[in-house]
């Protein structure tokens, strides 16, 4: 499919529609695509289903936890509403909102992360606003145990470091994150960036 989509959405007692034009959408492996709209970064999700909508709330939980431990995410919120797409009927859906960010992106193994921290001129010494943060996000990723992880480095930013397409090592059943090898490798790459004092 390629029609323009109409999210619809409730906000402040009032219905809200966003056009998201096809020609501008960015492809997800998991949702219908992510859009650029003004200072966010808008990736929709269809919720047609009880399958989908159970994957969602799994998804809303993993950030909410995420962000209880301070993996920096851009300031996530979910917004439910109805998709409708060309002249299609609408279905549920769900956008994940974020803030849109710009910096040089890490997705392991492809995009090293050492890479992102030497394009973006990181600074080596451990007192640096930069490398600390950088630093604190990586042993959030531990925390919680981030599985494929992935986001942007952008030197003197408020979050120098922002994680997207989060997904926790979350196990219910005995309460506990799970480890991710990835997200440790990443503590031990900061760590070893850090060779000033």
């Not at 809200?16 to 997800?28: E, G, M, Y």
């Not at 942007?152 to 196990?171: C, L, M, Q």
Request: proline content about 3%.
């Amino acid at each position: 499919m390629s029609e323009d989509i109409e999210f619809t959405y409730e906000s402040g007692g009032k219905q809200v529609k966003q056009t998201l034009l096809w020609k501008d959408r960015q492809s997800s492996r998991e949702g219908i695509g992510i859009w650029h709209v003004g200072n966010y970064a808008w990736k929709l999700y269809s919720a047609k289903d009880d399958d989908q909508r159970k994957t969602l709330e799994k998804l809303r939980e993993d950030y909410r936890r995420a962000d209880a431990h301070g993996l920096p995410m851009g300031k996530p919120r979910f917004q439910d509403g109805t998709i409708k797409q060309g002249n299609g009927h609408p279905y549920g859906g769900m956008a994940l909102i974020v803030d849109w960010f710009e910096g040089t992106n890490f997705h392991r193994p492809l995009k090293p992360f050492n890479s992102a921290l030497k394009t973006q001129n990181i600074s080596h010494s451990k007192s640096s606003t930069d490398y600390k943060k950088i630093k604190a996000g990586c042993e959030s990723a531990e925390v919680v145990g981030l599985q494929d992880c992935q986001g942007y480095v952008k030197a003197g930013r408020y979050e120098p470091i922002v994680f997207i397409d989060v997904h926790t090592s979350w196990n219910a059943q005995q309460q506990k994150f799970g480890t991710s090898q990835q997200a440790i490798d990443m503590v031990d790459d900061i760590t070893k960036w850090g060779t000033e004092s």
